[in-house]
């Protein structure tokens, strides 16, 4: 498998956990964002949507879209698995998850920042605090859900880590690109601190990878 990356990419980020969580081997194939590599002929003949992520197959099949990556990840290699066995469950979890990857981070995405302030006329001070709305929005939702459901145990869905919690870290590093207090938010943070103590948590942060700033 080939994986299409980028340090900073939160979607990257996403299907990166579940690589290491699962220990599938794989190759790491960086592009560079910045550079405008992924808008290049190049990287569109492996997606045409020319964003990040993206997994090569062996058979040269090419999967997109971190949440189909990870589930399909969730197929092949079920251990650790990444959603319950039960109907409810999966369906609590995928909701979860969804909040940060349908609901909120489609609006951080530099495509969206750069229509905001290249075609709106946004400057940095507005720009910024719709980030934030954005992102504040997201995880007020999640820590309702998690405060008040029965079903959180020392992740977002009992005690073992599900695609919930993947799609938990990936708002909160989102919070720390943004310079955002995540304070009022005490369950999903006390969760995402456990998360950041496992070892595939900790290897796949952003600034452990390739190109991050050190």
């Keep these: 498998m080939i994986f299409y990356s980028n340090w ?3 979607a990257a980020y996403r299907v990166r956990v579940a690589l290491t969580l699962k220990d599938i081997a794989h190759q790491v194939q960086a592009i560079d964002m910045l550079g405008g590599e992924h808008l290049q002929p190049a990287f569109r003949a492996v997606n045409p949507q020319a964003v990040l992520p993206a997994l090569k197959l062996d058979d040269g099949r090419v999967l997109f879209q971190s949440m189909a990556i990870v589930e399909y990840l969730d197929e092949i ?5 990444l959603l319950p066995s039960d109907a409810a469950g999966r369906a609590r979890v995928r909701g979860l998850a969804l909040i940060h990857a349908a609901d909120t981070h489609p609006l ?6 750069q229509h905001l302030t290249q075609d709106q006329g946004l400057n940095e001070e507005a720009l910024q605090k719709w980030l934030a709305r954005a992102l504040h929005s997201g995880l007020q ?4 859900q998690l405060s008040s459901s029965p079903d959180t ?27 955002l207090d995540a304070s009022a938010y005490p369950t999903a943070v006390a969760i995402n601190q456990r998360l950041q103590a496992l070892p595939a948590f900790a290897a796949s942060h952003p600034l452990q990878q390739p190109g991050a700033p050190r």
């Design 108 to 113: 951080l995405v530099p495509k969206v920042r």
């Design 77 to 81: 290699a079920p251990a650790p698995a």
């Design 141 to 144: 939702a999640i820590e309702a």
């Design 153 to 179: 145990g020392l992740y977002c869905h009992g005690d073992q880590v599900t695609l919930a919690d993947i799609c938990l870290a990936s708002h909160l590093l989102a919070f720390m690109f943004f310079k």
């Design 8 to 10: 900073r990419s939160l």
